[in-house]
């Protein structure tokens, strides 16, 4: 009998899109959530803020994965935009940033996928796809993972049938873009920032299947994210 936990069999079965939703769900609320129980410096905070940095690249991936299956671009583009919108008082006010200085990862993830459609259009002159991709790339800076996740979808999305390309860019990204500035900037306090590179094994053991399709699985992201901001407010000024 083939053993369940080795690396042969895992690859076989992989991690399906409900599967990595759900670490990245954990991964960000854990993170979130330390700011409430721990103070920041501590080797707690630091251990939390590690597993936090899934989210972000997990949730960029399942949104190049999104635009690869779904049928309607559009109506995919508008969903994340609509929940930019709901989701930005929730963080600015959690995350104590003014109401113009900053928003939600949903508005960065717009901007990857508007960017990926762009990049993949074949319709559309190649002038335009890096107008449409720079654009993107700008308009995602006041955003939580700005351009970085901009880039990731990319990444993810058109190296999807290239696993090497995809790793090592999605490594070079976070690398160049993400962990030597924030060592640069702020030393060995941001070690943590290299938890994003945990990432890499979930990339290649996805199996590329969505798991069961529900009401709940398609919109319990959208929902988690501004409500769990909410919550973890509250529970601050308790």
């Known amino acids: 009998m083939e053993n369940p936990f080795s690396l042969s069999h895992i ?9 990595i939703k759900i670490i990245a769900i954990t991964s960000m609320f854990v993170d979130h959530f330390s700011r409430v129980i721990t103070e920041e ?26 635009h690869h299956y779904t ?7 508008k969903r994340l935009f609509v929940f930019a919108l709901i ?7 959690y995350f104590n940033f003014g109401f113009f200085q900053a928003t939600s990862v949903f508005w960065s993830l717009l901007m990857g996928l508007i960017a ?5 259009t ?32 990319l990444n993810f999305g058109l190296f999807r049938e290239r696993m090497g390309f995809k790793l090592t860019g999605f490594a070079v990204i976070t690398l160049l873009f993400y962990i030597i500035p924030g060592l640069q900037q702020y030393g060995a306090e941001v ?25 709940f699985t398609k919109w319990a992201f959208y929902w988690f994210y501004p409500l769990h901001l909410i919550f973890l407010y509250a529970l601050k000024m308790f």
């Open 41 to 66: 410096g501590t080797a707690t905070s630091w251990s939390l803020h590690l597993f936090g940095r899934l989210a972000a690249p997990l949730i960029a991936y399942l949104v190049a994965e999104g």
């Open 116 to 120: 990926l459609t762009a990049a993949t």
């Open 87 to 93: 989701s930005h008082i929730p963080y600015v006010v």
């Open 11 to 19: 690859k076989n079965v992989g991690f399906n899109a409900n599967l």
């Open 191 to 215: 070690t943590y920032r290299f938890g994003s590179l945990l990432a890499l094994p979930f990339f290649y053991y996805y199996n590329r299947k969505p798991g069961k399709r529900t009401w």
């Open 122 to 153: 074949d319709e559309l002159a190649d002038i335009w796809k890096v107008l449409i991709v720079g654009a993107s790339l700008i308009l995602a800076a006041p955003a939580n993972w700005n351009y970085i996740a901009v880039l990731w979808v």
């Open 71 to 77: 049928s309607d671009k559009q109506a995919y583009a």
